[in-house]
């Protein structure tokens, strides 16, 4: 099979976008052309205006799109619950105008369905518990709205858990993230680690009783970055059951000069660690100022592939990557 054959007959999975915050005139940035207008042009015309719309995802093999909800990113956490709501609202509207292009999805046989129906599976994510306002509680209304991935934070601490950007204290999980991570077990949620503290990811490690997703992550070793995760990280993910989606921020592929190849070294570099039944994909398409050398928008992952082969993954290998890995773990989890 030739890397474009087998691409479009994989199961292909992108467990992270901001897409939807693109569409929300709460997050628009009128002045910077990636999201100008967007709002209005929605997801189901080919726009060219950033890197994700239906038409794109098809003409990129993507089997399914995880789209990411979020509040107001900031300090203080403005209306995010409504945020959240209406962000909703507009993913159920775009998959309604798709005139089923566009599935929503909450469990792994709904997405090979859709591939087998030719149609992009779509899932929702939160990126961010700032979104439950203070209610574990709501996660239940979460899980019932569709929602299957649960990031704790969004690098800025909350109630829950410290970030990324707020690891000077060394603070681990609260009570309440504590409890949140039990309860996103209990209904069948994926814990999703990316954004987190060190701490509050070994925190997460020592009280998940279910494998859990880093769904936008590099690894340390590779690029140097507090978003990638060490090799220990990335083992204790490997030995609970995870899998890590990569992530093509520039500034989390490599330090200077961010490409397609350099994504791919991440790639070889966990599969050299844990075997590779742990790696997948998870863009940040539309979340990202700019992009690596030949991974420009949705329609180039197939070049992903290529450079699998290139390397000398066998096809099996190639396929768990892009996408059979995350597939497992959604079967295990939510069903
Ligand atoms: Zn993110």
New binding site residues.
């Given amino acids: 099979m030739d890397y474009s054959e087998l691409h479009r007959d994989s199961v292909v999975i992108d467990t992270?976008c901001?897409t939807l915050k693109c569409l929300m005139p709460v997050f628009t940035r009128p002045r910077d052309s990636m999201w100008a207008d967007r709002s209005k042009v929605g997801m189901v015309t080919r726009s060219g205006l950033g890197h994700i719309d239906v038409p794109r995802l098809i003409e990129g093999g993507v089997t399914c799109q995880v789209f990411?909800i979020s509040g107001e990113r900031g300090r203080a956490p403005s209306h995010s619950l409504r945020t959240a709501m209406e962000m909703i609202g507009r993913f159920y509207d775009e998959c309604e105008a798709g005139q089923g292009a566009m599935a929503p999805v909450t469990r792994s046989g709904e997405i090979t369905k859709a591939k087998k129906a030719g149609k992009v599976a779509a899932m929702l994510s939160i990126?961010g518990c700032d979104v439950l306002e203070g209610s574990v509680e709501a996660l239940r209304v979460y899980h019932r709205l569709g929602v299957r991935m649960v990031g704790l934070v969004?690098s800025i601490r909350n109630e829950l858990a410290d970030g990324v950007a707020d690891r000077r204290t060394g603070g681990r999980l609260s009570e309440m993230g504590a409890q949140a991570v039990q309860e996103l077990n209990r209904l069948g949620m994926i814990v999703d680690v990316?954004?987190l503290s060190d701490e509050g990811f070994w925190d997460v490690m020592e009280l998940t009783k279910a494998p859990v997703i880093a769904t936008?992550s590099n690894a340390r070793a590779v690029c140097d970055h507090p978003r990638n995760m060490t090799d220990d990280m990335i083992r204790a993910l490997a030995d609970n059951g995870g899998v890590m989606g990569m992530n093509f921020a520039p500034a989390f592929v490599h330090p200077t000069k961010a490409t397609l190849e350099a994504l791919v070294d991440h790639i070889d570099h966990i599969v050299g660690l844990v075997g590779p039944d742990h790696v997948g994909l998870g863009s940040?398409f539309d979340?990202i100022p700019s992009t690596p050398e030949g991974l420009e928008d949705a329609t180039k992952m197939p070049g992903i592939t290529r450079e699998l082969l290139k390397r000398g993954y066998g096809e099996g290998d190639v396929r768990k990557i892009l996408g059979g890995n995350h597939l497992r773990l959604i079967k295990r989890v939510a069903g």
Avoid: F, L
Wanted: proline share 0%; glycine share 10%.
């Fill in positions: 992270h901001d990411a990126e969004h990316s954004h936008h940040d979340g």
